[in-house]
Nanobody, 126 residues
Framework: QVHLVESGGDSVQAGGSLRLSCTAS???????????VSWFRHILGQEREGLAV???????YYLDSVKGRFTISQDNAKNTVYLEMNTLKPDDTAIYYC?????????????????WGQGTQVTVSS
């Protein structure tokens, strides 16, 4: 059974940084490295928002509003994808989720992803 587990969420001051991790297990039919992995966030009262995606070949995509502040990377040996977040703002406060999917066309669309983690809370105070 496929599992994605996020970690690294925390409470930080504005201007601070966090690194979130998403570790996958249970990909037996198709190795994890053949999936696109993305980071989304859900702010209370808003729709889930796609932030960054990394394809199996290492190509990355970002939501325009986080370019330059957020960086997605992967360590295939550890089946882990990271989201480095810098210069955090109170508006970044949300639950952050990772998701995985194959043959993803619309990179930041939630419906493209089959597997989701349980989320990790990020709180940024001013």
């Amino acid at each position: 059974q496929v599992h994605l587990v996020e970690s690294g969420g925390d409470s930080v001051q504005a201007g601070g940084s966090l690194r979130l991790s998403c570790t996958a297990s249970g990909f037996t039919a198709s190795p994890y490295r053949f999936y696109s992995v993305s980071w989304f966030r859900h702010i209370l009262g808003q729709e889930r928002e796609g932030l960054a995606v990394i394809d199996s070949d290492g190509t990355t995509y970002y939501l325009d509003s986080v370019k330059g502040r957020f960086t997605i990377s992967q360590d295939n040996a550890k089946n882990t994808v990271y989201l480095e977040m810098n210069t955090l703002k109170p508006d970044d406060t949300a639950i952050y989720y990772c998701a995985a999917g194959r043959y993803v066309a619309d990179k930041l669309a939630p419906h493209e992803y089959n597997y989701w983690g349980q989320g990790t809370q990020v709180t940024v105070s001013s």
